[in-house]
């Protein structure tokens, strides 16, 4: 008898674990086991991009042995999954949902537009990072009440991990594919497509940045389909 499939899913800047908690309901309906992460660059104690990769690397040890897993990053959590699951026997597939897709040596802020920090303000310490118009920058396709709810959850972002560059490239080993969401407002769909080109297949979704909120039943059912379910 076949297993369900096993997804870890992988958050983006300033959100947690519980922002995925929409398509997590929409994928166990699908017969899809999801598990997720708290990145602690997203947390208090305002970790960096290689405590992040651990992190991953920890929650990818959770999962039983000899099972499968696809890795699904969002935004930002492609930085740290792009180092974190390289080499992994494990991990099966690399799904980047409007995410980051770096080479080795590259940063966040090299695969960023200049003229893009208008939408992020830096504190005053310099620490930490967060994005001035959140409504507009990842929830325009949201419904009110879920956009309201995702912006009480979030939290500043370690700049640092904004700055640090990847030690490894897993997309060049293991099969990725990349979702591209044409009316993004954080990461431009043109930068995604630039991204995409290295990945080993594409799809476009007519979607804002955050499609696990705005339209979590779509999502899932393309998910089904990258994952062969």
Do not use: K
Request: a negative charge.
């Amino acid at each position: 008898m076949m297993t369900a499939p096993h997804v870890l899913l992988v958050h983006g800047a300033s959100h947690r674990g519980s922002s995925w908690h929409l398509l997590e309901r929409a994928l166990a309906a699908r017969g899809i086991r999801c598990a997720t992460v708290d990145l602690p660059s997203a947390s208090p104690e305002l970790g960096d991009l290689h405590a992040d990769v651990e992190a991953i690397r920890f929650a990818l040890d959770a999962v039983p042995a000899h099972e499968p897993v696809t890795v699904i990053c969002h935004s930002y959590g492609g930085m740290p999954t792009t180092e974190a699951v390289a080499g992994s026997s494990s991990v099966s597939r690399i799904v980047y949902l409007t995410a980051y897709m770096p080479d080795v040596g590259e940063t966040l802020l090299d695969l960023v537009d200049e003229g893009d920090d208008s939408d992020w303000a830096i504190s005053d310490d310099g620490l930490t990072i967060s994005a001035v118009d959140p409504a507009r920058l990842f929830y325009n396709r949201c419904p009110p009440a879920v956009a309201a709810e995702a912006i009480r959850d979030l939290a500043p972002q370690s700049l640092a991990s904004f700055e640090q560059s990847v030690q490894d490239a897993a997309w060049r080993d293991i099969p990725s594919s990349y979702v591209v969401c044409t009316d993004d407002r954080a990461i431009p769909p043109h930068v995604q497509r630039r991204m995409a080109a290295g990945a080993t297949t594409s799809v476009s979704i007519d979607s804002d940045h955050s499609p696990f909120l705005s339209m979590p039943d779509r999502l899932a059912d393309l998910l089904v389909e990258l994952l062969g379910a």
